[in-house]
């Protein structure tokens, strides 16, 4: 049988051939990436998604959380500018998992890109993990 193509339409669950054309809305049940402003403290509202893209960062930062809902999950791409070499201050309720508990370090290098998985557990309590670094 021959592959089938149709329309999509904002919270279809399919892959979309434009992605840019569903850029605020629903994709395979998760929100398109959301770009979190580079600030002093980055403020991730999980009102607005599940993908966030924050960077490229300029210096040290530290990072916070809106509107979360328990159990769920979102996703940070943090991203280094060319320079590289800056710190991040995660939200202090956040537990890492298999890193012995410790808070990650980003990667130093420039234009590095690490990816970190959160779960809401719970009012304002947090699981992460490293998915990729570097």
Known sequence: ?????AAV???DD???TNYNSLRNDTLLGLKVV????????????LSLGNIFSLGPITTDRTIAVSDETTD???????????????TVTWFSTITWL??????PVPSTAGNAVDIFLIRVTGASTYHGWI????
């Open 34 to 45: 959301t770009a979190v402003t580079d600030a002093a403290t980055m403020t991730i509202d």
């Open 98 to 103: 298999g890193t012995g508990g410790a808070e």
């Open 9 to 11: 339409s904002a919270g």
């Open 72 to 86: 769920q999950f979102f996703l940070v791409y943090l991203t280094q500018d060319g320079t590289g070499s800056h």
């Open 131 to 134: 998915v990729s670094q570097g």
């Open 1 to 5: 049988m021959a592959p089938q193509s």
């Open 14 to 16: 399919a892959t979309a």
